[in-house]
């Protein structure tokens, strides 16, 4: 190599991280604390789940003798995940353990015996948004007898700033300031579907499939809750606006 040309690539510029838009408030949370008082299994711990956000969602299980059945599903989604295990025994993952989730890939609680009160698993699960395309998943269930599918409920889960992102599917509004979860959602909605007779019965086996644990995950009452928040936030906006013009009347 000559002198010149070693003295051209020793002088450019070091790639770079350009600094923070303002966009997003950088912040932090601790996965332990957040879980203790998390309402649902696949929380995001961050309020970001907009085009291109990356969305850690946290996820804590424990056996219980009483009422230990999670059951199982499958998850579609066209972004990727990325699940890490910070601490779990009596488990199928181990402490520390990280992998790429595929495309579609069954859930559960992951406990060898989810009866077992020492069996536990605390994860998140992390995907990354889309930046400009449509964005789609999935819940799926199949037979427990012979794996036939009984149900797929797919469904568009476009974030809000990308082309198509449809709110009012769920419920919501481009207004509202705690936007939901779009997977959060389709699972409420896969879970409601299983509760069908009809739906639960194989049409290949004849078998019919136990209802869907959903009040174990807890996905219901965080889009409730949710809701209740964006309008708890409005009325004390619609209150402050009518006690400012009361007193400008006087």
Not at 107 to 136: C, G, H, W
Not at 172 to 185: K, L, Q
């Amino acid at each position: 190599m000559s002198t010149t040309s070693s003295a051209a690539a020793g002088s450019a510029a070091p790639p770079r991280i350009p600094p923070p838009t303002g966009r997003r408030e950088p912040l932090k949370a601790n996965v332990f604390e957040r879980m203790a008082g998390a309402s649902c299994e696949l929380q995001a711990l961050f309020p970001y789940h907009d085009a291109g956000a990356i969305v850690p969602c946290g996820a804590i299980f424990t056996g219980d003798p009483d009422d230990g059945e999670f059951g199982h599903f499958f998850h579609w989604n066209t972004v990727e995940e990325l699940t890490v295990v910070f601490g779990a025994s009596g488990a199928m993952l181990q402490t520390g353990q990280i992998f790429a989730n595929q495309a579609l890939h069954g859930v559960n609680s992951f406990l060898r015996d989810p009866k077992d009160p020492d069996s536990y698993a605390v994860m998140t699960i992390t995907q990354r948004q889309s930046d400009e395309d449509k964005q789609r998943e999935a819940i799926i269930f199949r037979c427990q007898k012979c794996h036939e599918q009984l149900l797929r409920f797919e469904y568009d889960s476009t974030p809000q700033g990308v082309e198509g992102h449809k709110p009012e599917q769920w419920g919501g509004s481009h207004d509202d300031e705690y936007p939901v979860f779009s997977t959060i959602w389709g699972s409420v909605e896969a879970a409601a579907q299983m509760d069908d007779d009809a739906v639960r019965t194989c049409s290949k086996c004849g078998y019919v499939n136990d209802t869907f644990p959903e009040h174990k995950w807890g996905w219901s009452r965080w889009v409730e809750q949710t809701r209740t928040a964006n309008r708890s936030k409005e009325a004390l906006r619609t209150a402050i606006r009518a006690l400012g013009e009361k007193k400008a009347v006087r």
